[in-house]
């Protein structure tokens, strides 16, 4: 009988799943994990910080369709990784996190003063899709599978299973086979039944002004073109959530991104049939209320989604599919494409062409700030060359407060799925990690990832991370010198009228919203990446260039001018989003 230990039983499990990749810091509890993860070919990516591997493990698994699985060593290393999974699960991306724990006889419940311990899946059992606890070297099969139907259950999110470093380092006699995922799950997408098809078809061909929410499930569903299809078919304008930002190519007339948020608004109060798809319409799709959205008795709703507790969870719907957004939309299109001639497109096109006038309006405006050249620059313009510069299906990582707000309004997606950000949770320092998940996701090619100097202060290590990796991520460090969304804020706060006049308040008249100078690219140059710092904004383009053309990790430190920076386009939208619609 072979001898194996707990942690190679999981290493396998990992390899059958398809795993190639896990993210996480070595330790002895687990070297029964990892090394059997060497052995198998599966390699291991080593942060600074062990949140970073679950945004590394999240951006992955975003970026490939695949499962993204991190690893924490007991007590401090799972602590450390507590805020990444929180994110990880509030942004829905499909993680598996492995932790050791101490032996059986120790904790659940503490012995009392058991050394680096707490109550792991108490925690993360609050926070994630399901934890669990191994008791035993027979209990691992079973307890993964379990995690991995769930992790393929529903809305993606993060699972997890902890293993006591006994378990997962000695070594046990076991006959017992890896079964392959279709032993333990479907890995069948969900269908809907033919008349759900044809009732949402119905609705859609008889609507007079249709039109489409798409949100990230789009993305984990790889339903783009099948989006697109649908989209075109019925010539319906297309809004997204934040997260789901491009899975039409924004280059389409149909695509009506996030930055035109009154547009959105009218778009979204126009329409008489609304098809969401995998979107539960939260707070940062205004909850799908009055006066945001045309109300709910005059504008039917159709919902697909693969998880019941999305349907009807915040936006009443009319005809709720509970099926894979990928194969729902294909069934969706067949039928429309047979119903082709009934489709009535005057009226659609008519709206959908007032509409592209109104975003050519909404760009010509953002673009007036592009022809202020003073130094420090304008933010604006980091967005506008950005777009210039990278590759159109480069991925744009938006980490930071103003920071990204600059980044979202003057970037175009070209390629679907090709923005990271943690837009439903606003991490900051997030961003440095996922790019370089994104830079392992996408082999070979550059990562652009636009950060606030408050951000970048989170999680500066993780540069040498990218270089360790030969990750080729290109960090613009937007530096205001200050924590520059809050400040903006707090200024309204504070002295409103005096803020509106002069645009800003004097720097004793803040609290704590000022920070000093980091030269982030000399921090960079430290750990070996290509380090260069720019204020004047003719010299953007060519700093960039040059950056990419060394072919290495780069930081650009930027200097942006503090008081422009704190007046990014769309504020006051952003925070009349948070406040609970009227109707
Ligand atoms: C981890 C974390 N802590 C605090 C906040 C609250 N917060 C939101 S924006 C912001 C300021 C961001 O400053 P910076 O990264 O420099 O971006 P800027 O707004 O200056 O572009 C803060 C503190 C947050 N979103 N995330
Ligand atoms: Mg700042």
Known sequence: MAEISGGEVIARMLQKEGVD?????????????????????????TPRHETSAAHMAGAYARLTGKLGVCMASNGPGVA?????????????????????????????????????????????????????????????????????????????????????????NGKFKTQAAIWPPHQYRQTEPLTPTAEQVARAAQLLIAAEAPMIHAGSGIIHAGAFEALRRVAELLHAPVT??????????????????????????????????????????????????????????????????????????????????????????????????????????????ARVAGYAKTMKEDREGWDKALSDLAAPMNPAHIGAVCREVFAEDTVLVADGGNATIWAMFYHQVKVPNTVLSTFKFGMLGAGMAQAVGAAVARPGKPVCCIIGDGAMGFHPQEIETAVRNKAQVVYIVLCDKQWGMVKMNQQFMLRPFKTMLFKHLGPEETINADLGEIEFHKLGQSMGAYGARVSDPRQLKPVLQQALASGK???????????????????????????????
């Open 21 to 45: 990749k896990v993210f996480g810091i070595i330790d002895g509890t687990y070297f029964g994990f990892y090394s059997a993860l060497h052995r198998l070919g599966i390699e291991i990516v």
């Open 80 to 168: 450390n990784i507590l805020p990444g999974l929180v994110v990880e699960q509030g942004e829905g991306n499909r993680v598996l996190a492995i932790t050791s724990a101490r032996r059986p006889g120790i904790m659940y419940p503490d012995r009392g003063g058991t050394y680096q311990c707490f109550d792991q899946v108490g925690v993360i059992g609050k926070i994630a899709k399901s934890s669990e606890a191994v008791s035993s070297f027979e209990r691992i099969p079973e307890l993964m599978r379990k995690a991995l139907r769930s992790s393929y259950e529903g809305r993606p999110g993060v699972v997890h299973v902890d293993v006591p470093e006994n378990i997962m």
């Open 240 to 349: 997204t959530s934040w997260a789901a930002r491009g899975v039409l190519p924004e280059t389409s007339s149909l695509a009506a991104p996030m930055p035109h948020v009154k547009l959105n608004h009218r778009i979204r109060n126009d329409s008489d049939v609304v098809l969401i798809i995998a979107s539960r319409v939260g707070e940062t799709d205004w909850w799908g209320k009055p006066p945001y959205w045309r109300d709910p008795s005059e504008q039917k709703t159709i919902q697909i989604d693969i998880d019941s507790d999305m349907l009807g969870l915040n936006k009443p719907v009319d005809l709720a599919i509970l099926a894979d957004a990928k194969r729902t939309l294909e069934l969706l299109g067949d039928e429309l494409e047979r119903r082709k001639g009934e489709i009535r497109l005057d009226g659609r096109r």
């Open 553 to 583: 990790c780069a930081v650009i430190h930027v200097d942006v001018d503090p008081v422009k920076h704190m007046w990014a386009p769309g504020l006051l939208h952003f925070k009349k989003m948070h406040e609970e619609p009227k109707a």
